[in-house]
């Protein structure tokens, strides 16, 4: 499989920025290769202008949030359909900062991920144990109820872990961590959907060119999802190249 390298870009970088960092990332990763992918997550507002500078290239295109709605009286949101029609092919959705600022919970999750699929396009749903569980040993426990609630029944997606510890905290899991959580993650899809051998496991949190190699060399690690460091293009470039 090939490893999913996703920049999640957040509410960073002005219009200008983004085009540049998307051109500079689609010129270099102008041909498809069957190492990794890149898949680059700006802000909804500049899914366009990013769409148009990697247009040709290998680069995809994902959102950032989607609603779980075709259409309708929901202002300030924007549909499965009107981001694949702006380039999207991924939409992240459940992350943690999604779950603890907008109060998302795994059944609205599940349902935003159903009608990502049904529009055509592939969810990157986020779990992750926040660092109170993660000290009272309920790691476990907590991201097998996030796979259980929030998983599509069916379709394709792909499932990012990220502790919510080590987002933006410098705090990386320890490789045994990391190896551990994934192992759990593909046992626990196993018991929810079929095909679970094919599901991505994508690690996140604090994940820099110096950790990337280890990273995406742990099994059942079948890329990153990398925030601060997707902002830098050389940094991300180099994790792109430890895969
Ligand atoms: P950092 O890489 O900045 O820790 O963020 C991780 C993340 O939340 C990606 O979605």
Redesign the pocket.
């Known amino acids: 499989m090939k490893k999913l390298i ?1 920049g ?1 870009w ?1 509410m960073n970088l002005g219009r200008n920025d983004a085009g540049n960092l998307a051109r500079n990332l689609a010129e270099k990763a102008a041909q498809a290769n069957d190492k990794y992918e890149l898949i680059l ?1 700006p802000p909804s507002v500049w899914l366009t202008d990013v769409a148009d500078a990697i247009k040709g290239s290998a680069v995809k295109l994902g959102a950032q949030d989607v609603h779980e709605q075709d259409k309708g009286a929901f202002t300030g949101n924007l549909s499965a359909n009107m981001l694949k029609e702006a380039g999207a092919a991924y939409a ?1 959705i459940g ?3 999604r779950r603890q600022y907008h109060r998302e919970d795994n059944v609205l999750i599940k349902s935003k991920a159903e009608n990502a699929i049904k529009n055509g396009l592939i969810p990157i749903i ?1 779990v992750g144990e926040v660092e109170e569980d993660r000290n009272a040993g309920r790691q476990n426990e907590v991201v097998g109820q996030q796979i259980a609630e929030s998983l599509p029944a069916s379709g394709e997606f792909v499932v ?1 872990y ?1 502790p919510v510890w ?5 705090k990386t899991a320890t490789p045994e961590d990391v190896r551990a959580m994934h192992a759990f993650i593909r046992s626990a899809l196993a018991k929810a959907v079929d095909r679970a051998e094919q599901v991505a496991i994508l690690y ?5 060119a110096a950790n990337a190699p280890e990273i995406l060399a742990t099994p059942n690690v079948d890329g990153v ?6 902002l830098d293009e050389k940094e991300f470039w180099a994790i792109a190249q430890a895969a």
């Open positions: 996703a999640n957040k997550c992240l992350h943690s900062e986020c990012a990220e080590a987002i933006g905290t410098g996140g949190g604090s994940v820099k999802l990398v925030g601060g460091a997707s």
